[in-house]
DNA sequence: CTTGAAGCTATAGTTGCTAGAGACATTAGC
DNA sequence: GCTAATGTCTCTAGCAACTATAGCTTCAAG
């Protein structure tokens, strides 16, 4: 049996972040100890590993919810953790596509800046007037986590 | 003179967001109308179209507040607009290889996917064992915004 | 003059944690 | 056996960067 913190350690996640996930339901609720502390056991061991590989590819916590469930349900059909999958490529691919097209932006920035007083500084001007642009950056569509 | 609609709607920004930006002191206090309804001249629709177009490339909000008190200034050197732009697309770029890795992942996943049951899922089964993983995508080292 | 849209304030919710306070449990060294 | 150092407990609040809601007032068109 593994206390919270050598749990942790093991899955490579927080103890703050397991108490989190057992507080929104994604593990279920552990064992306790005489003292009151958590225990937990191969499972738990295997279910927050799996966790917190999804979250390493991106995966939202409602997303994760859904894959645990499916992985559950061995005998269920196995397209709905096929779509999540694709989803969350369809999602990396196209972050990756804004990102791209950012970086060229910034890119085109920096190496006009010459370095004089703010006043001549590309860097603001183009801030301040998207017209400068070459791409298109606009409507972020969303570009938070991850 | 326009109202706070109207300035929304020219920068792109959504009128709530605005507010938001006055309230933690981007964007001043705005003038009233006898009806106590924020007023707002060109200057303020430039440096709002200045700060979404800043976002727009990923810029925190606090990059933001540096960039926009560094062009309150003219006459400074730029080196510092600079830094912060260059840091930006360091983190971009970061972000940009992380990403790469991901899809290449993801993908990985996805396309030995067969469709049968969730036990033989290839999805489920790589998620709950990274060893079966091509690329190290561990360690997100933050991967938020944008 | 009325109606509907747009504005106002203030508060709470979102995602995925992280940090802190103050109290109890466990373990290592002496 | 005792003490000190960790580790764990609960609870609350905070982060970014907004978004949404409620309940009100003001404005512009017909």
């Known amino acids: ?36 502390q958590r225990l937990y056991g191969r499972k738990a061991l295997e279910r927050l590993a799996f966790i917190r590989h ?16 499916l992985s559950d349900n061995p005998e269920q059909p196995c397209v709905a953790a096929d779509a ?9 691919e196209r972050r990756l596509a804004r990102l791209t097209a ?3 932006e ?7 800046c010459v370095g004089g007083k703010i006043a001549d500084c590309r ?8 017209s400068l642009c070459s791409t298109d950056h606009r409507h972020p569509e969303s570009e938070s986590s991850p």
């Open 1 to 36: 049996m593994l206390t919270i913190g050598k749990l942790g350690a093991q899955a490579g996640v927080k103890v703050p972040t397991i108490r989190y996930y057992e507080q929104i339901g994604l593990l279920p609720e552990a064992g306790r100890s005489a003292g009151n």
């Open 54 to 69: 999804a979250r390493d590819l991106g995966f939202t916590l409602e997303a994760i919810r859904d894959l645990l469930s």
């Open 84 to 92: 999540i999958a694709r989803a969350q490529l369809a999602e990396v």
């Open 102 to 104: 950012l970086k060229a």
């Open 106 to 112: 910034l890119e085109r920035m920096v190496v006009q």
């Open 123 to 130: 860097v603001i001007e183009v801030l301040g007037d998207h």
